[in-house]
């Protein structure tokens, strides 16, 4: 049986979202068990039978991206291209399946108050320097206001070590994100959800919410790359209902 997070947070009544964990699927090994990566060197069959598993949860199929650790946001009221790259999607169409892949890197889905919008986000630590998240607020054309944001699992700020080079390309974005590093030895500890956080804040948004997983501590929970290289990927994904 899959077992999934639901947000909690104060979204409209018609918006439905929740972040798999690893616990579920029939996927083996280092992927044991619910795996929905397709590119992470699991058997692909496994993979096909753990979507269709996550189908069963889902008023539609969700439309996966090409993620690059970037910022393109595409729109899935368009025609949509699967082999397009992107690390986040919107949608004001009702039944259509925003969805991110992630064992590590933190998911981010959106709404508004509304619930005429809504969005999933990928956002790695190259993704959030780039600016991934004040893009996503940007396309999803509405006023920063009236979103919300939920912020899914992800490494926490004990595990994340990074080097000088995570440090300054974060402070040479904003010096404000020193408060999401501490420093580790020769490296930093770097708090992922407080960049999220505080990009969030730069670009509006103020009702957030999330923060409280760690992917690369809790094993029987979470698929993380950094804690095991090879392994899968859990899901976030969001919708509106008719």
């Known amino acids: ?19 798999t964990t690893r616990v579920g699927g029939i996927s083996r090994g280092q992927w044991n068990s619910l795996n929905l990566g397709g590119n992470c060197g699991d058997d692909p069959r496994h993979v096909q039978k753990n979507r269709i598993l996550l189908r069963t949860l889902l008023p539609a199929k969700p439309h996966w991206l090409q993620q690059v650790h970037g910022r393109q946001v595409v729109s899935l009221d368009e025609d949509f291209d699967p082999e397009q790259t992107a690390d986040a999607s919107i949608c004001s169409t009702a039944s259509r399946v925003c969805a991110v892949l992630s064992a590590d890197c933190l998911p981010v889905l959106f709404c508004n108050k509304q619930g005429t919008r809504v ?89 957030v919410s999330g923060g409280e997983y760690c992917t690369y501590t809790d ?8 804690r ?14 008719k």
Not at 126 to 131: A, E, F, H, Q
Not at 219 to 226: A, E, M, N, T, V
């Open 228 to 241: 095991d290289g090879e392994t899968g990927r859990m899901a976030s994904v969001i919708w509106m209902s």
């Open 119 to 207: 969005a999933a986000a990928h956002a790695g630590w190259r993704g959030l320097v780039d600016g991934v998240l004040e893009a996503t607020v940007a396309e999803m054309d509405c006023k920063a206001a009236s979103l919300m944001a939920w912020l899914g699992p992800a490494i926490g700020p004990q595990a994340f070590e990074v080097g000088q080079d995570v440090y300054d390309a974060f402070l040479q974005r904003d010096a404000g994100n020193a408060i999401a590093f501490k420093p580790h030895s020769a490296r930093w500890l770097a708090d992922i959800y407080t960049l999220a956080r505080l990009a969030l804040a730069k670009a509006g948004v103020k009702n």
């Open 219 to 226: 094993k029987k929970k979470f698929f993380s790359y950094r």
């Open 1 to 19: 049986m899959l077992k999934c997070i639901s947000p909690d947070w104060p979204a409209p009544a018609n918006v439905q979202a929740f972040t």
